[in-house]
């Protein structure tokens, strides 16, 4: 059961970062607050009576006063000192969250047969593999697999688009590759995105932009239409097998159903008589 929790809890705190938005200027944001708020100060001393401050040349050792009694103390291997969260914070955090600036020096790795480090996540697969992590915790390794059509990107720890990754070879990823648009001597460069519908599944298609393909999908009984470049009821693309057609038929005669339905029901509360009670 204890297993059970900490995987979970690792995998939600992936979870949850993968959903933030980071803008890439961040990290620079990030690197001038560690210089800012962690000064260098002779170990050992506590200024207050509950704190903590890096020790200087390394980045996953700190001193903790509790009570005013100083203890260095040293982060897992994978994870380093973060200066920047508050006493009641867990200050020890990944790599992608606390850059290692001056203070350069790290612990020995301590590998096991699945993990580079005691804790971190760590991509699996080669260029053309891209979705794949490990999550390691404790020296044992968790493997999970980003989203179709998403890979995992090793410097930020999250899931993103193939082609914003710099270790992924996105066309060979997603099996394809983004057909080369003229440029008009008159209107210069072609404007905007190209959509492409995939050859061998008429509800997956494909974004390009600047030349490198995304993949998106069409849901429920909907399909891609090249036409309007938008989803529509798959009865309406020829590309799309027989029982999907069949069963987009099925979908719109039941919404048909159910708002003739909902007309009636309205038309008889509007012609149904309110009854008045009175009394004497």
């Not at 995939?198 to 995304?214: A, E, M, T, V, W």
């Given at each position: 059961?204890?297993?059970?929790?900490?995987?979970l809890t690792c995998f939600c705190a992936f979870v949850y970062t993968q959903t933030q938005y980071q803008p890439f200027g961040q990290t620079n944001r990030f690197q001038n607050q560690y210089q800012e708020q962690a000064p260098v100060r002779p170990t050992g001393q506590c200024r207050e009576l509950n704190e903590r401050y890096?020790?200087?040349g390394s980045c996953d050792r700190y001193i903790e006063c509790i009570n005013g009694t100083a203890e260095e103390k040293l982060c897992p291997d994978g994870l380093r000192y973060n200066p920047n969260v508050n006493f009641d914070v867990y200050p020890c955090q990944y790599p992608n969250e606390v850059p290692c600036l001056e203070r350069s020096s790290l612990q020995p790795p301590q590998p096991t047969e699945l993990c580079p480090h005691q804790f971190g996540y760590f991509k699996l697969g080669d260029a053309r593999n891209c979705s794949g992590f490990r999550n390691c915790v404790n020296g044992v390794g968790y493997d999970f697999v980003c989203p179709d059509g998403l890979a995992f990107n090793s410097e930020t720890y999250r899931c993103e688009w193939p082609d914003e990754v710099a270790d992924c070879d996105a066309e060979a990823f997603l099996g394809f590759r983004c057909p080369e648009v003229p440029i008009s001597r008159e209107l210069g460069p072609p404007a905007g995105y190209r959509y492409y519908r995939?050859?061998?599944?008429?509800?997956?298609?494909?974004?390009?932009?600047?030349?490198?393909?995304?993949v998106l999908y069409c849901g429920g009984e909907s399909a891609f239409d090249?036409?309007?470049?938008?989803c529509v009821s798959a009865d309406e693309v020829g590309a799309c097998p027989a029982e999907l057609r069949a069963a987009a038929v099925r979908a719109k005669d039941d919404a048909k159903q159910l708002l003739a339905k909902e007309v009636e029901f309205n038309a008889y509360q509007l012609t149904r008589k309110p009854s008045l009670s009175y009394r004497n």
């Open positions: 059961m204890e297993r059970t929790f900490v995987i890096p020790v200087s995939s050859d061998n599944n008429c509800q997956k298609y494909f974004l390009c932009i600047d030349g490198h393909p995304r090249d036409l309007t470049s938008t």
